[in-house]
């Protein structure tokens, strides 16, 4: 595929270029959170930031999200649909591991039999823009969980950060079309290939190696029953800010909002670490305590996901690690995992 | 073959007749016909499928289809009143709107079974997929194609038994063993006293080539499975139907799973062998 220079102090007028013909969503410092939101000039994207403090798996999956409109009226119902998105939209300086999140999601809510027409088409009008990770933060682990600092899954270009220019590569057909059209670069040359292999090496460096998902998935299917699960969730409260912030937890309610006669029923983000996401109506619950709670959340990311989809369901961005308010940190938790099981080896 | 469009949109549909099924009135069955001929014609199901119940303004709730396919135009369900949108539900008259998704999840191995006895297995008001699956056995085109069929269903009361009239029907029929027992009888009552463990205990066939089919409170399937087993019925023709939290129905909004299967999705239809490789969480 393509790849072009751009000198770096040219990136506004790229920018400025991209939102004459498209939505262009960004990374924007938002009274210290770093967050993704429709930009309408350059100055307002941050792109020297390490991650972004939200995901923008929200742009596919919003927390709140209609799916009709009811109105009942005697014998008539009258059900409506919302449109779905439509407009070229690019999205723009998403670090690869949440770039490689939409893959997971894409497995979810498009994977299957059944499919969720709103979200493929949104996730169709978009042209995903990588921003590799040159100087990867202490709590991320990416490169553990089958990602890595300049992964291209889920990107359609991916641009490094080469100190004087941005090295900008197309990973897709799509991307392809939006290089083509960018102007003010040059064509890429060996000494910036060379750089951007020395970046991507040096990022590497700083990071742990690969867990195998085959092998977490094996020991955690002995483990159902381990003393571990007993004692992790003590500290945990239960706040699930762990699943909020994750790019690639999916779990979500269906509610409506609105009286007998007219409203719209909503799908809302939910959290498995709260008691009542399994409560049934009889009282009766199959995971009354923490100890059920945090088994499933850890169970579903490093076992289910791989018995179902052949990789595990975590991108290692590290979110749930620097938000947790009691430390409970997974990457602790995984190392734990592979010390009990080796002992018993 | 992946449909892309928006999977929560319900049919709407009309009740037709409510039932008080069980003298503490806390069980009604609702019978309900589309208003869409399309939605009738896109609507195919088997026994032991589910439908989302839709309550405008409540929202949604996953409800075994208590009716059978071979009735068509006609859905029933079958509702014990439990929280807000059952209770709502049970204010709801003939005429009212309601909407239905679905049908939903795995049915019974109908394949499987035919040409074999079939033990079916109820207690309490979990009955309503069963009683399907036995009005569509009994279904004149297709009762040829199954074996002997035997029918234990239990209620603690005589006044808590569902599809009183239709028992009687049964009861009339050679082509049916039927066998009903309350764990406390009234004054009136002239049948069988006692759980459903200890009649089946009692009255099953021959495992040799008989699928067993158990739907009943936590309780009852915990003592019934271990009575089946004594009777050598093997793991893989014992069925059982699961209950779970569920919203989407569809696989995606993860509460309902256990381990990596979802019970809306992979069930609510498993044998006992396939629960067996699953984690015990449910």
Redesign the interface.
């Known amino acids: 595929m393509r790849a072009v220079l751009l000198a770096k102090n040219q990136i506004s007028v790229l920018l400025e270029a991209l939102l004459q013909g498209h939505e262009v969503f960004a990374p924007v410092n938002d009274g210290g959170l770093i967050v993704f939101r429709q930009v309408d000039s350059p100055q307002q994207v941050v792109l020297g930031y390490h991650n972004s403090t939200l995901p923008p798996k929200r742009l596919f999956f919003p927390q709140t999200e209609t ?2 409109c ?1 109105g ?1 009226e005697g ?1 008539q ?1 009258a ?1 409506e ?1 919302p449109q779905p998105a439509s407009g070229e939209k690019v999205l723009f300086g998403v670090r690869p591991c949440d770039a490689r999140s939409f893959t997971l999601l894409d497995r ?3 994977g ?7 979200y ?1 088409a949104r996730r169709e009008n978009y042209t995903v823009v990588g921003l590799s990770c040159t100087r990867p933060r202490a709590t991320c682990f990416c490169s553990a969980v089958g990602g890595g600092p300049f992964s291209t899954a889920g990107s359609d270009v991916l641009v490094t950060d080469l100190g004087t220019d941005y090295f900008i590569e197309a990973v897709t057909d799509k991307g392809a079309v939006l290089v083509e059209s960018l102007s003010g670069c040059r064509e890429a040359d060996e000494d910036s290939i060379r750089r951007r292999t020395e970046a991507q090496a040096a990022a590497e460096a700083t990071l742990r190696g690969a867990i195998s998902a085959e092998d977490m998935k094996r020991r955690l299917q002995e483990m ?1 029953d381990d003393p571990l699960w007993d004692r992790l969730h003590e500290k945990c409260i239960g706040c699930g800010v762990c699943t909020y912030l994750c790019p690639t937890c ?7 909002e ?4 007219r ?1 719209r ?1 909503l ?1 809302i983000w ?1 959290s ?1 670490m709260f008691p009542l ?6 009282g ?1 619950n ?2 009354p305590t923490g100890k ?1 709670r945090w088994r ?1 959340r850890l ?2 990311k490093f ?3 791989t ?2 989809h052949g990789e595990v369901g975590c991108v290692g961005c590290g979110r749930c690690v620097v938000n947790c308010p009691v430390n409970l940190d997974i990457r602790q938790v995984l190392n734990e995992i592979e010390s009990l099981t080796k002992k018993v080896e | ?10 049919a ?1 549909m ?1 009740i037709e007749k409510v039932t008080v099924e069980t003298e503490d009135r806390s069980i009604k069955t609702f019978d309900l016909s589309f ?1 869409r001929k399309e939605d009738e014609q896109a609507f195919r199901y088997l026994p032991g499928q589910f439908a989302q119940l ?8 996953p409800f075994g289809i208590a009716s059978s396919p071979t009735r068509s135009g006609l859905l029933q369900f079958t509702v014990s009143r ?2 807000l949108l ?1 209770r709502a539900l049970h204010q709801m008259e003939q ?1 009212d ?1 309601v ?1 239905v998704r679905g049908p939903l999840g795995s049915s019974f191995p109908l394949q499987d079974m035919e040409s074999r006895d079939l033990l079916v297995i109820g207690g309490g008001f979990a009955f309503t997929t069963l009683r399907s699956l036995i009005n569509y056995v009994l279904e004149r085109e297709n009762r040829g194609r199954f074996g002997k069929l035997t029918v234990v269903y239990g209620a603690r009361t005589p006044g808590m038994l569902l599809y009183k009239g239709e028992l009687e029907q049964w009861r009339q029929r050679d082509d049916l063993e039927l066998h009903v027992t309350v764990d406390a009888a009234d004054g009136g009552w002239k049948g069988r006293i006692g759980v459903v463990p200890n009649a089946v205990s009692d009255v099953a066939p021959a495992a040799d080539d008989t699928y067993a089919v158990v739907c009943g409170p ?1 309780a009852m399937t915990r003592y019934t499975l271990p009575v089946l087993e004594r009777l050598r019925f093997p793991p893989e023709r014992v069925v059982l139907s699961l ?3 569920m ?2 129905g ?11 299967s979802y019970v809306c ?1 992979d069930g609510p239809v498993f044998t006992l062998a396939e629960l067996r490789r699953l ?4």
């Open positions: 799916v009709f009811y009942l014998a119902l059900l649909e979810v809510f498009a299957g039999n059944h499919c969720d027409g709103c493929l159902w999916h779990c979500f309610d269906i509610v409506d609105g009286s007998e006669q409203g029923r799908k939910d498995c996401f399994t409560l049934h109506a009889s009766h199959p995971r059920e499933q169970m579903h076992r289910y996901w018995e179902s | 073959m992946m449909i892309a469009k928006n999977p929560y949109l319900p709407p009309r208003i839709s309550v405008f303004g409540k929202g949604e709730a439990a929280g059952t005429g709107l909407g936590p209950e779970m939290k919203k989407c569809i696989g995606m909004c993860g509460r309902c799973n256990i381990g990596s999705r984690p015990p969480e449910y």
